[in-house]
């Protein structure tokens, strides 16, 4: 189904994970992408997206300006120029009790987590703004990946900080989708619950108890895959949500309602 035939995106986040699911979504969908991702290289899953020229690869870190700004440009220049949208997946975790937790760590998770969302959200909006709206009205759709943890806790996790980074891209969410209504670009996030990748594996690796809570803490009973979190992405970048802005979209096998914990 090509329901983003023809469409430009930059994704953050895009070497690996979440982010690179949301490329592989959107380019089976019939887009392309240009992912800003710190990571020199991208997962060698990514290779054949790439020679078929729909995934344009530029290493930047998100959090330093000087940096950011020319890897964004050329991402755009590297689509031809349109901007149909941004997914804003780049994110560090930090699973840690509140009183260990130092400067430098804490500075380094907003930088990233905050300043990074708020600065690509920036740069895109200003790209969008120069575009022409479709038959809905709309110029762009910004999405960004928040957490459940914005919003309720996690068992098995201590996410003072992180969960805190989080809140501010569900917030964040709310007011640009009301300040940029006016202007036709649609903004929007994703709370995922517990998902399949090295933010959460590389955790199991130290504290292997938490493999639990992956499973048994959402109602569903199963941790989420990349694919799940993609899906809803689809959607949100779709005309089927040309009326839907501003809002946070959890998909985290039903732990909005409570756990499926029973002890
Ligand atoms: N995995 C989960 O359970 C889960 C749950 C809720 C939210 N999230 C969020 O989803 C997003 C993707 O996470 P993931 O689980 O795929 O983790 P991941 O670590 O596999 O992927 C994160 C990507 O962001 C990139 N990145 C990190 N810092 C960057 C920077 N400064 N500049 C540019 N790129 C940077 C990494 O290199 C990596 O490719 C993150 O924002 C994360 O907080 C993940």
Known sequence: MDILKGKSYVVTGGARGIGLACCQAIIAAGGQVAVLDILSEPDSSAAALQEASK??????????????????????????????????????????????????????????????????????????????????GIRGSIVSIASRSASGTCPGHLLSAYGGSKGFVKSFTLQLGHELAGKGIRVNCISPGYIETELNLSLARIRPEVQYFFTEAPPLKRIGQTSDVAGGLIYLLSDAASYVTAIDLPIDGGMTAGTGLTK
């Open 55 to 136: 995934y344009h690869y530029f290493s930047c870190d998100i959090a330093q300006q000087q940096s950011l700004e020319p890897a964004f440009h050329n991402a755009v220049i590297a689509l031809g120029g349109q901007l149909d949208g941004c997914v804003l997946a780049a994110g560090i975790g930090l699973d840690k009790p509140f009183v260990d937790i130092s400067w430098a760590e804490f500075d380094r998770l907003m930088r990233v987590n905050q300043s990074g969302i708020f600065f690509v959200a920036q740069l895109a909006t200003r790209a969008m703004l120069l575009q022409d709206v479709d038959k809905h």
